[in-house]
């Protein structure tokens, strides 16, 4: 769970409990401290790095622009390549 280069609080709510669904710190890790640079449809090589230095298959990242507002990317990583990924417009939370 990964906060993107811009996100809102109604993003970080979300991502706080989809971190909880999953299982918490066990299953999950939340990052939400520090905004990172990643865009996941502009350059996958940073995602795949990230996703291989914490070991993760499973990615979520929250970003918030002028021409698309609330954004969740979801995707699967494959032995640190990535597999596929899924965007979704947030619109009532």
Do not use: W
């Not at 865009?39 to 298959?57: A, I, M, T, V, Y």
């Amino acid at each position: 769970m990964i906060k993107g280069p811009k996100s809102n609080n109604e993003l970080d709510n979300l991502i706080r409990d989809l971190h909880l669904i999953r299982g918490g710190d066990v299953f999950s890790k939340l990052f939400l401290r520090s905004t990172h640079d990643i865009r996941p449809f502009e350059e996958e090589g940073g995602l795949e790095r990230f996703s291989d230095k914490n070991d993760c298959s499973l990615f979520v990242v929250a970003t918030h622009q002028k021409k698309r507002p609330n954004n969740l990317i979801m995707g699967r990583m494959y032995c640190s390549h990535l597999l596929d990924m899924f965007e979704f417009g947030v619109e009532n939370f």
